[in-house]
């Protein structure tokens, strides 16, 4: 039988109280015993003397017929001078356990997952401008190039004069044009003078009642008849008549 020194917890929840105990190793913690050899209470200060019970006459009995003790009851043991502990070395005692690490690399990952994700989001209204910017500047460098493809061949075999004198001619179409959109106010203008001009002459003519005015000396005023009464047709009329009856 493997017999062991060991802690048997008692007390209530939150305030514990510790026997120490020789019993068979394969029974429960607080389970059956065989002898109780101090006790335990962490509640109390560590320089306390009530802190650590030991009957040390008991332990080494039990020591020497090969009971082992548990690691705190070692240092227990070493603490009073009944039996050296040895020094321990755990490298791993530190090491999470493999679910520990199953769930730090779970939350490595989401937090990688969640920095892509804020990446690929600052980068997609920058790819979006440059793809609506894309067609525009290649359409205008197609543009470009085809016009440079052609002008070359529409003016390899045209002499330099004729280009040069194409070249006139539409500067002076641009001029014309530029020109025609000044047009329509300065034929307004020019219609507003000549109205004026027309007025001016009309009211520069001379009146009916002028020959009226004329000297009896003109030979205009001997030869024109006197109206008195009659509308301007009636001499017209009487003198085709006299026309009529000479012939």
């Known amino acids: 039988m493997a017999v062991a020194i060991r802690l048997a917890r008692g007390g209530s929840k939150k305030r514990p109280y510790y026997r120490i105990v020789v019993a068979d190793s394969r029974n429960a913690r607080d389970g059956r015993f065989i002898e109780k050899l101090g006790t335990y209470n962490p509640l109390l200060a ?57 769930r730090a690399e779970e939350r490595a990952t989401k937090l990688a997952e969640a920095e892509e994700a804020k990446a690929a989001a600052a980068a997609a209204p920058a790819v979006e401008e440059v793809a609506e910017e894309a067609p525009a500047a290649e359409a205008v460098t197609e543009e470009a190039e085809v016009a440079a493809e052609q002008a070359p061949a529409d003016t390899a075999d045209i002499p330099a004069e004729e280009v040069a004198a194409e070249e006139a001619v539409a500067e002076e179409a641009a001029v014309e044009a530029s020109a025609g959109e000044e047009q329509p106010e300065a034929a307004a203008e020019d219609t507003v003078a ?54």
Do not use: C, M, Y
Request: proline content about 7%; overall charge negative; aromatic content about 2%.
């Open 46 to 102: 560590k320089d306390s003397p009530e802190r650590v019970k030991l009957d040390a006459d008991r332990v080494s009995h039990w020591l020497s017929v090969g009971a082992q003790p548990s690691d705190r009851v070692a240092r227990f043991l070493d603490a009073a001078g009944i039996r050296e502990r040895a020094a321990r070395n755990n490298p791993k005692k530190a090491e999470p356990g493999e679910k520990a690490k199953e």
């Open 194 to 247: 000549e109205e004026a001009a027309a007025e001016a002459t009309a009211g520069a003519e001379p009146a009916e009642g002028a020959d009226e005015g004329a000297t009896a000396d003109s030979p205009e005023a001997a030869e024109a008849p006197e109206v008195t009464g009659e509308s301007a047709e009636a001499p017209a009329e009487g003198e085709a008549e006299e026309g009529e009856k000479a012939e």
